[in-house]
């Protein structure tokens, strides 16, 4: 068995836990090659690899870089993460929170591909705006490839899986543990060259997203949300994040002239 069966196989093994995987390996704790065969065999989708020679350069700085990704569609669409922006927020946005999301997605999907998490919510309004509007989209799942969550979502996967990307590190239909949005919410940072907050609350997955983001020297932006009892956009407004009311001030923030325009986030 070659190296890259042998990290497929790994990754079914232990379901995607990129920490697990790396722990047996160092362990030197392999499963035997007829039950790697087997593991082999139940994989129904496309697979990157971290030792295939497409796998983005830019992937490998990241912390925790995925070892396996599945996938369904075009790949390429992550070949190059300054092609791509992240849309994230909340799963019960305001209507005028999806209205403003929608706007600013569809003013800029021309430029660039819209990368989220396949949530209700924001998410889901995110990638709807890049696909009613020409543009192309990403969707990160934090539960398996095969299986789509939450089912509501069921005809805008099938959507993607046809004629953009939906990736995952997890395969088949493992489910989504609370863990794995953690995870699913690193690799949403790091496929793409900023962050845009929609609308979330203080206490939110979104904060997680925020962090890698920064951590990984990216562009964080935020549109107001206009309650300031419970907005994690304003807070991240009040910590010096750049405001974003117009498409254009998404494509002017990420110019090159614009990346010291960073926040903080605490």
């Not at 088949?172 to 940072?189: C, D, M, S, W, Y």
């Amino acid at each position: 068995m070659n190296s890259r069966d042998f990290l497929i196989a790994m990754a079914v093994h232990y379901q995607g836990d990129v920490r697990a995987m790396v722990a047996a390996i160092l362990r030197k704790e392999f499963i035997d090659e007829e039950l790697a065969e087997i593991h082999l065999k139940s994989v129904k989708s496309k697979v990157l690899t971290i030792l295939d020679p497409d796998y983005p350069t830019y992937l490998k700085e990241s912390r925790y870089p995925p070892i396996v990704l599945f996938y369904y569609g075009d790949i390429s669409l992550l070949f190059n993460k300054e092609d791509n922006v992240a849309v994230v927020g909340g799963r019960e946005p305001t209507s005028q929170g999806a209205e403003n999301v929608y706007y600013i997605v569809q003013g800029i999907c021309n430029r660039y591909n819209i990368v989220s998490g396949l949530a209700r919510g924001i998410d889901k309004v995110a990638h709807l705006a890049a696909l009613e509007n020409g543009g192309k989209t990403i969707a990160v799942l934090a539960n398996g490839i095969d299986y789509c969550y939450p089912s509501s979502n069921s005809e805008l996967y099938e959507t993607i899986k046809k004629n953009n990307l939906v990736i995952s590190e997890y395969y088949g239909t493992v489910p989504p543990e609370k863990n794995n949005f953690h995870q699913r919410n690193r690799l949403i940072a790091a496929f793409a060259k900023g962050t845009l907050v929609g609308e979330a609350k203080k206490v939110s997955g979104t904060l997680i997203t925020a962090n890698y983001t920064l951590e990984l020297n990216r562009i964080l932006m935020s549109i107001p949300s206009g309650n300031i009892r419970d907005s994690l956009n304003d807070l991240f407004i009040k910590e010096g994040c750049p405001i974003v009311t117009e498409p254009n001030d998404v494509l002017e923030y990420l110019d090159d002239e614009k990346k010291s325009l960073l926040c903080e986030v605490k």
